[in-house]
């Protein structure tokens, strides 16, 4: 990740997952990434068991990745 770049969040579609791309996370995209990761369940009928691990696709900054894929079967 280049030095000073921002995450930036991408939901054009609210049926596609929200994806967080990689980068420095401020309050107001996390503010955003959280908003999109709780109407996204709703526009695609998941299963509450199942949302978070859907949701989870969505983040691209390997680091953030490198911290959940170990675990994500307990997700």
Sequence with gaps: MPNGTHAVVEHPNPKNVPTLTPGTVAPEI??????????HPMNRKTAPEDEVAVVLRG?????I???????????
């Design 30 to 39: 996390m503010a955003s990434w959280f908003s999109a990761c709780i109407t």
């Design 65 to 75: 990745k490198a911290w959940y894929e170990p675990d994500f079967e307990c997700i």
């Design 59 to 63: 983040l691209q900054d390997p680091l």
